[in-house]
Protein backbone atom coordinates (compact mmCIF):
# COMPACT_ATOMS: atom_id res chain seq x y z
CA UNK A 1 0.00 0.00 0.00
CA UNK A 2 1.54 3.24 -0.92
CA UNK A 3 1.40 6.16 1.02
CA UNK A 4 -0.90 8.15 -0.68
CA UNK A 5 -3.69 5.42 -0.44
CA UNK A 6 -3.10 5.03 3.77
CA UNK A 7 -2.91 8.54 3.82
CA UNK A 8 -6.69 8.69 1.79
CA UNK A 9 -7.74 6.06 3.88
CA UNK A 10 -7.16 6.98 7.23
CA UNK A 11 -8.05 10.70 6.34
CA UNK A 12 -11.65 9.48 4.97
CA UNK A 13 -11.87 7.20 8.27
CA UNK A 14 -11.84 10.15 10.13
CA UNK A 15 -14.51 12.08 7.45
CA UNK A 16 -11.50 14.42 6.26
CA UNK A 17 -10.13 15.28 3.18
CA UNK A 18 -7.34 13.29 1.52
CA UNK A 19 -4.25 15.51 1.54
CA UNK A 20 -3.99 14.36 -2.13
CA UNK A 21 -7.86 15.35 -3.11
CA UNK A 22 -7.28 18.69 -1.63
CA UNK A 23 -3.96 19.96 -3.93
CA UNK A 24 -6.22 19.34 -6.79
CA UNK A 25 -9.93 20.47 -5.37
CA UNK A 26 -10.96 22.66 -2.83
CA UNK A 27 -10.97 23.01 0.64
CA UNK A 28 -13.65 21.53 3.20
CA UNK A 29 -14.04 21.80 6.43
CA UNK A 30 -14.93 17.26 6.05
CA UNK A 31 -15.42 14.86 3.27
CA UNK A 32 -19.00 14.78 3.48
CA UNK A 33 -19.71 19.15 2.92
CA UNK A 34 -16.62 17.95 -0.09
CA UNK A 35 -18.88 15.21 -1.44
CA UNK A 36 -21.91 17.56 -1.32
CA UNK A 37 -20.24 20.37 -3.44
CA UNK A 38 -18.23 17.35 -5.90
CA UNK A 39 -22.05 16.50 -6.91
CA UNK A 40 -23.97 19.75 -7.02
CA UNK A 41 -20.47 21.17 -9.11
CA UNK A 42 -20.87 18.05 -11.23
CA UNK A 43 -24.15 18.88 -11.52
CA UNK A 44 -24.25 22.79 -12.67
CA UNK A 45 -21.10 21.58 -15.39
CA UNK A 46 -23.35 18.83 -16.58
CA UNK A 47 -26.23 20.77 -16.84
CA UNK A 48 -24.28 23.76 -19.22
CA UNK A 49 -22.83 21.34 -21.05
CA UNK A 50 -25.76 18.75 -22.33
CA UNK A 51 -28.42 20.98 -22.23
CA UNK A 52 -28.60 24.85 -21.84
CA UNK A 53 -26.14 28.09 -20.23
CA UNK A 54 -28.27 28.44 -16.79
CA UNK A 55 -30.15 31.05 -15.65
CA UNK A 56 -28.50 31.65 -12.63
CA UNK A 57 -24.82 30.48 -11.80
CA UNK A 58 -24.05 29.26 -8.38
CA UNK A 59 -21.00 30.95 -7.84
CA UNK A 60 -19.86 28.48 -5.22
CA UNK A 61 -19.60 25.69 -8.10
CA UNK A 62 -16.31 27.24 -9.67
CA UNK A 63 -13.00 26.92 -8.78
CA UNK A 64 -12.13 29.94 -10.34
CA UNK A 65 -14.76 32.24 -9.82
CA UNK A 66 -12.45 35.31 -11.12
CA UNK A 67 -12.17 33.95 -14.07
CA UNK A 68 -16.04 33.34 -13.88
CA UNK A 69 -16.21 36.96 -13.75
CA UNK A 70 -13.53 38.10 -15.97
CA UNK A 71 -14.95 35.87 -18.71
CA UNK A 72 -18.70 37.75 -18.08
CA UNK A 73 -16.73 40.86 -18.48
CA UNK A 74 -14.91 40.01 -21.99
CA UNK A 75 -18.21 38.46 -23.07
CA UNK A 76 -20.15 41.61 -22.64
CA UNK A 77 -16.82 43.79 -24.20
CA UNK A 78 -16.75 41.48 -27.06
CA UNK A 79 -20.81 42.36 -27.26
CA UNK A 80 -20.65 46.07 -28.14
CA UNK A 81 -18.71 47.00 -30.66
CA UNK A 82 -15.97 50.23 -29.47
CA UNK A 83 -15.66 49.15 -26.01
CA UNK A 84 -12.20 48.27 -25.06
CA UNK A 85 -11.96 46.02 -21.84
CA UNK A 86 -9.13 48.17 -20.03
CA UNK A 87 -12.17 50.55 -19.22
CA UNK A 88 -14.71 47.87 -18.64
CA UNK A 89 -15.53 47.33 -15.05
CA UNK A 90 -17.95 45.15 -13.46
CA UNK A 91 -21.31 46.22 -11.30
CA UNK A 92 -24.27 44.43 -9.45
CA UNK A 93 -27.22 44.80 -8.73
CA UNK A 94 -29.22 42.71 -5.88
CA UNK A 95 -32.59 40.89 -6.97
CA UNK A 96 -35.38 40.64 -5.02
CA UNK A 97 -35.90 36.80 -6.53
CA UNK A 98 -34.17 33.78 -5.50
CA UNK A 99 -33.11 30.85 -7.75
CA UNK A 100 -36.05 29.38 -7.63
CA UNK A 101 -38.60 32.23 -8.94
CA UNK A 102 -35.86 33.45 -12.02
CA UNK A 103 -37.42 31.55 -15.14
CA UNK A 104 -34.92 33.96 -17.84
CA UNK A 105 -31.20 34.64 -17.86
CA UNK A 106 -30.75 38.45 -17.85
CA UNK A 107 -30.29 39.70 -21.45
CA UNK A 108 -26.52 41.04 -20.41
CA UNK A 109 -24.00 39.50 -17.39
CA UNK A 110 -25.39 37.15 -15.21
CA UNK A 111 -27.02 35.87 -12.39
CA UNK A 112 -25.65 34.17 -9.27
CA UNK A 113 -26.94 32.89 -5.97
CA UNK A 114 -25.66 31.29 -3.52
CA UNK A 115 -23.99 33.96 -1.09
CA UNK A 116 -24.31 34.62 2.18
CA UNK A 117 -23.58 37.85 4.05
CA UNK A 118 -21.55 37.66 7.14
CA UNK A 119 -22.30 40.38 9.79
CA UNK A 120 -25.53 41.92 8.48
CA UNK A 121 -28.90 41.11 7.83
CA UNK A 122 -31.00 42.03 4.27
CA UNK A 123 -33.77 43.62 3.83
CA UNK A 124 -35.33 41.78 0.89
CA UNK A 125 -37.86 44.50 0.08
CA UNK A 126 -35.50 47.87 0.26
CA UNK A 127 -32.84 45.81 -1.08
CA UNK A 128 -30.76 47.38 1.05
CA UNK A 129 -27.89 46.29 4.22
CA UNK A 130 -29.93 46.18 7.40
CA UNK A 131 -29.06 45.02 11.14
CA UNK A 132 -28.42 41.37 11.41
CA UNK A 133 -30.99 39.30 12.98
CA UNK A 134 -29.93 38.71 16.38
CA UNK A 135 -28.34 34.66 16.63
CA UNK A 136 -28.18 34.49 13.20
CA UNK A 137 -24.49 34.43 11.47
CA UNK A 138 -25.49 34.06 8.38
CA UNK A 139 -27.95 35.78 5.79
CA UNK A 140 -28.56 34.24 2.26
CA UNK A 141 -28.79 36.74 -0.34
CA UNK A 142 -31.22 36.80 -3.18
CA UNK A 143 -30.11 36.57 -6.40
CA UNK A 144 -27.69 39.03 -8.15
CA UNK A 145 -27.17 40.31 -11.06
CA UNK A 146 -23.64 41.21 -12.29
CA UNK A 147 -23.12 43.05 -15.02
CA UNK A 148 -20.29 45.03 -17.11
CA UNK A 149 -20.05 48.62 -17.69
CA UNK A 150 -18.07 50.76 -19.91
CA UNK A 151 -16.69 53.09 -17.08
CA UNK A 152 -14.09 53.37 -14.81
CA UNK A 153 -15.22 56.10 -12.97
CA UNK A 154 -15.83 55.93 -9.13
CA UNK A 155 -18.79 53.99 -8.14
CA UNK A 156 -21.20 56.15 -5.66
CA UNK A 157 -19.91 56.22 -2.27
CA UNK A 158 -23.43 56.32 -0.97
CA UNK A 159 -23.01 52.05 -2.00
CA UNK A 160 -20.81 49.79 0.36
CA UNK A 161 -17.97 47.99 -1.25
CA UNK A 162 -18.38 44.61 0.20
CA UNK A 163 -15.85 42.15 -0.31
CA UNK A 164 -16.80 38.63 -1.48
CA UNK A 165 -14.75 35.53 -0.09
CA UNK A 166 -14.94 31.62 -0.78
CA UNK A 167 -14.80 30.87 2.67
CA UNK A 168 -15.05 31.93 5.92
CA UNK A 169 -11.66 32.48 6.65
CA UNK A 170 -10.92 35.93 4.83
CA UNK A 171 -7.64 35.83 2.92
CA UNK A 172 -6.20 37.71 0.18
CA UNK A 173 -6.10 33.62 -1.34
CA UNK A 174 -9.61 33.71 -0.80
CA UNK A 175 -11.25 36.99 -1.79
CA UNK A 176 -12.87 36.91 -5.08
CA UNK A 177 -14.25 40.44 -6.08
CA UNK A 178 -16.28 43.23 -4.50
CA UNK A 179 -19.71 43.86 -4.88
CA UNK A 180 -21.42 47.35 -4.06
CA UNK A 181 -24.79 47.18 -2.00
CA UNK A 182 -27.05 49.94 -1.16
CA UNK A 183 -27.51 51.28 2.64
CA UNK A 184 -29.14 53.54 4.39
CA UNK A 185 -25.66 53.80 6.94
CA UNK A 186 -22.82 55.74 5.98
CA UNK A 187 -20.67 52.58 4.44
CA UNK A 188 -17.74 52.97 7.01
CA UNK A 189 -20.52 51.27 9.50
CA UNK A 190 -20.54 48.56 7.88
CA UNK A 191 -16.69 48.15 7.19
CA UNK A 192 -16.53 48.94 11.13
CA UNK A 193 -18.39 45.54 11.62
CA UNK A 194 -16.73 43.21 8.64
CA UNK A 195 -19.86 42.64 6.88
CA UNK A 196 -18.81 40.46 3.80
CA UNK A 197 -20.11 38.02 1.49
CA UNK A 198 -19.22 34.28 1.71
CA UNK A 199 -19.73 31.48 -0.79
CA UNK A 200 -19.73 29.11 1.81
CA UNK A 201 -20.22 29.49 5.28
CA UNK A 202 -18.91 25.78 6.20
Given at each position: ?????????????????????????????????????L???????????????????????????????????????????????????????????F????????????????????????????????????K???????????Y???????????????????????T????????????????D??????????????
Open positions: MSENLRDALDNMYDARVPVLWAKVSWVSSTLGFWFTEVERNSQFNSWIFESRPHVFWMTGFFNPQGFLTAMRQEVTRAHKGWALDSVTLHNEVMKQKEDISSAPPEGVYVHGLYLDGAGWDRRGCKLIEPTPVLFTLLPVVHVAINSTAPKDPRLYQCPVYKKPGRDLTYITPLWMKTVQSPHWILRGVALLCDTK
